[in-house]
């Protein structure tokens, strides 16, 4: 068997998984605590920090800055390296569901099993909240650790922007909003997975090189690679909510051929590309057991 047809080791990944999530989920912690010199600060204008943590640390799989993290590794780096910008994706993403979730857009009432933040907080706060928490995962990126040069953070930035804003999420969101559940060809349900989504596993992909201490090649590289999963990735959400239900057989063979895709390019890091192939294995799986009717995610 080819081996970038094998499953994913769940063992492998299961450990990966929790150390990452357990260090991530600390340092968003620390960092939205608002400490400034050694003390918290206790001012909090309109419950707005507290709403931001509430955004950002009430669960989620934290797959974006996984991503970051193996794609640090892929280039030679660190977690510890990775760790800014594992904050500043996940408080993007967290923005981006804040104001998904708003009335004008989604309407939705609750987000993994509480109330979304316009609800608990009211609608204009939440505009706030999640304007807030896209200002801030800029700073957590600036701050990233003393061991990532300036100019790796200044293209992760660079990076962080153009995926984040029309050329990729914002711009994803738009057409998705046009064109909604009546998208009858998989040419244009890719694009609008690629901006809306694609677009921040893309940016992971880059800002974890980066900060690892990768070439502008391998940057390149490992930007495709979060491209080519993130579209996988939601063609799998997809099936898990039983979406696009006409486009199903054609949707699984893209997946098949963007794991593919990953997997290739994962297994050029050799060992350190570990956790990247997994990663690739990992997504495969995730949509073919949810096209069989397994909606466990």
Known sequence: MNTQQLPADLTILSSFLEQCRSRIDSELDR???FKADGTTTTEDPGRLREGMRYAVLNG???MRPVVVVAACEAAGGHIQQALGACCAIEMVHAYSLVHDDL???DNDLERRGKPTVHVKYGEAQAILIGDALLTEAFAALANS???VPRSAIATAVAKLAFHAGVNGMVGGQVQDIYLGQSISDL???DAVHALKTGGLYAAAGAMGAGCGGASNNTILKLERFGLAFGIAFQHADDMLDDDQQSLR???LRRVDELSQECCALAESFGQNGLH?????RWVRDRAHRAASGDRRD
């Open 31 to 33: 960092f939205l605590s």
């Open 60 to 62: 989620g799989k934290r």
């Open 103 to 105: 009335p004008s857009m």
């Open 145 to 147: 650790h003393e061991s």
């Open 187 to 189: 040419k244009a349900l």
């Open 249 to 251: 057989p054609q949707a």
């Open 276 to 280: 990247l192939l997994q990663l690739a």
